[in-house]
């Protein structure tokens, strides 16, 4: 059983950056692929981007790419989520989730959840 918490969520002015953590306890991420997926009200769950924890292969979607990069600090048993040049249009929930060995862009492929955090971009 992993367990996730997400942090570093808040409001930010249209243009400004964040960075997201993922925290995982109970065990290592060794050997699980995290993945970043957000979720705004009335929207579904959509995939922002995902890391393997083994071999540091990475991809992001498509709306944040050039923005938003994904890293590991495997010391700190820890994932990250860096937003530059936010927009408006990201504010939602944000989700960490774990999966083991490869990386996916299908929330379905996902095992555990973290509870979300909030990011706000106000214009």
């Known amino acids: 059983q992993v367990q996730l918490v997400e942090s570093g969520g808040g409001l930010v002015q249209d243009g400004g950056s964040l960075r997201l953590s993922c925290a995982a306890s109970?065990?290592?991420?060794?050997?699980?692929?995290v993945g970043w997926f957000r979720q705004a009200p009335g929207k579904e769950r959509e995939f922002v981007a995902a890391?393997?924890?083994?071999?540091?292969?990475?991809y992001s979607a498509d709306s944040v790419k050039g923005r938003f990069s994904i890293s590991r600090d495997n010391a700190k048993n820890t994932v990250y989520l860096q937003m530059n040049s936010l927009k408006s249009e990201d504010t939602a929930v944000y989700y960490c989730a774990a999966r083991l060995y490869f990386i996916a862009s299908s929330k379905d492929d996902y095992v555990f959840w973290g509870p979300g955090t909030q990011v706000t971009v106000s214009s």
């Open positions: 890391i393997s924890w083994s071999d540091e292969r990475s």
């Open positions: 109970r065990r290592t991420l060794s050997n699980y692929a």
